[in-house]
């Protein structure tokens, strides 16, 4: 089951504060976040275990909730290389094989 | 040090073609994955190693999809009889082991086109 990812796409201005929530079906019990840039490979943010919250990139944190199945991605005072894609990526217990969310497209204008 | 290397960077083939596709990981890593990623998707599942042995191959499609790891480094996807539904981006990432703290390092991805 293909975690779903809210809101589908978000256009800020540069300063602005934005969150991007991922939510499964299934029990996390890790979520990696990626962002990806047009063109290009997506790129590791940060990894969430189990209801930690995680300052791991420039102005960029996030959260996880074990109860609620969801995890929330906070980017505060955005610039404009926050642009692209970000995906939330989760693993059924005792397996690594990660399936992405349904991504979030963020655009940032100055 | 170098990341993961995907060759070629563009494929473009026949309908009905064999192609296979190329991923060199981060040297050490043990975990291998492919995915496939359509135009404004995520990157879908494909199939992970550990080592030389697939760990999971849930995510091939059909058994025209094969992907080997002999040595536990270098990969190769097999696609026979390509349909142009198989048309996509086919990304590879390695990370350092299992573990739910092992993030994804992604290569720039094939780009397959058939005609």
């Known amino acids: 089951q293909q975690p779903v990812q809210s809101p589908q796409a978000v256009i800020l201005r540069e300063g602005e504060d934005a969150v991007i929530n991922c939510s499964s079906s299934k029990a996390l019990y890790s979520v990696h976040w990626y962002r990806q840039k047009h063109g290009e490979a997506p790129v590791f943010l940060m990894i969430?275990?189990?209801?930690?919250e995680q300052k791991g990139h420039e102005k960029i944190s996030a959260s996880f909730n074990e109860k609620k199945q969801q995890s929330s991605l906070y980017l505060t005072a955005s610039q404009l290389s926050y642009s692209g894609t970000y995906f939330c990526g989760t693993a059924p217990s005792g397996t690594y094989k990660y399936i992405f969310g349904t991504g979030t497209r963020l655009k940032v204008l100055a | 040090g170098a990341g993961v290397s995907q060759t070629p960077s563009n494929k473009v083939t026949e309908k009905g073609k064999y192609v296979e596709l190329r991923c060199d990981p981060i040297s050490g890593h043990t975990a291998l994955y492919w995915y496939r990623q359509s135009l404004g998707q995520g990157p879908e599942f494909l199939i992970y190693f550990q080592g030389t042995g697939a760990a999971d191959d849930s995510g091939l499609p059909n058994d025209r999809f094969f992907a080997v790891r002999p040595e536990g480094s270098v990969s190769t996807l097999k696609i026979q009889r390509t349909e142009r539904g198989d048309s996509a981006v086919y990304l590879c990432?390695?990370?350092?082991?299992?573990?739910?703290?092992?993030?994804?390092?992604f290569g720039n991805g094939t780009r397959l086109t058939v005609t």
């Open positions: 969430l275990l189990k209801g930690g």
């Open positions: 990432a390695s990370s350092l082991g299992a573990g739910e703290a092992s993030p994804l390092h």
